[in-house]
């Protein structure tokens, strides 16, 4: 089974993620959990470090804003390129390693998923249509589809009060998470497999009901 969250910043995904392992190691199932976010999966990663290796001047230092990153996404072929990458590292890991490890009936947890991207894309790249594009459309065939999706929402005043208490290092804008909280709202209201959870519920209560939907 492999079960997604997704949700703003400070809603709970992390506790709730950290609870079900739990839960389904005391049942004596393997668990993996998964992070993932497009342009900084592993292969991306791997990818940067060599480039900063050789070029320093021309690859950003930080996963943050910053006037180097906005330069060098403001050339249309590197944004071209640094997506494409990105898109192909997100089917090798999708396509192949999520359904390897479902082959040997690993439980996966993944701590955001394909729609946490398409967000972030749209959001910093609106000028690319990113969901037009062909290897867009393969990363959709070829990932497979979670059994539950759970996708945890707080009102944008309770995230970014959230995210102060935790010290995030680089947390969204009031503008932007309200632009994330619409696409969330949207994403479960049109997908049968999306769960939308109130993260201003307690945590017990929140867990209680994660664990009677994936048993299921």
């Known amino acids: ?49 060599i480039m900063r290796k050789s070029k320093s001047s021309k690859i950003p230092s930080n996963h943050g804003n910053s006037k180097q990153r906005d330069e060098s996404f403001s ?29 040997f009936g690993v439980r996966v947890i993944c701590d955001r998923y394909i729609f946490d991207t398409h967000i972030d894309f749209k959001l910093n790249f609106p000028q690319e249509n990113v969901e037009k594009w062909l290897l867009w459309k393969l990363l959709l065939f070829f990932a497979p589809r979670p059994k539950r999706h759970f996708v945890l929402t707080i009102p944008v005043e309770e995230s970014i009060r959230r995210s102060a208490l935790k010290d995030e290092p680089f947390p969204d804008s009031e503008e932007v998470l309200e632009l994330r909280l619409k696409d969330y709202l949207t994403f479960v209201s049109e997908e049968s497999f999306a769960i939308h959870i109130d993260g201003t519920k307690g945590i017990d209560d929140i867990h209680t009901f994660i664990t009677e939907e994936v048993s299921k």
């Open 1 to 49: 089974m492999l079960i997604a969250f997704s949700g703003l910043d400070g809603a709970g995904k992390s506790t709730q993620i950290d609870l079900l392992k739990s839960y389904f190691k005391q049942s004596g199932e393997t668990v993996k959990l998964f992070w993932s976010r497009g342009g900084y999966t592993p292969g991306m990663q791997a990818l940067k470090n």
């Open 75 to 103: 050339n249309p072929t590197v944004r071209k390129i640094w997506l494409s990458l990105a898109i192909l590292d997100l089917i090798l890991y999708y396509g192949i390693y999520l359904r390897f490890k479902s082959v």
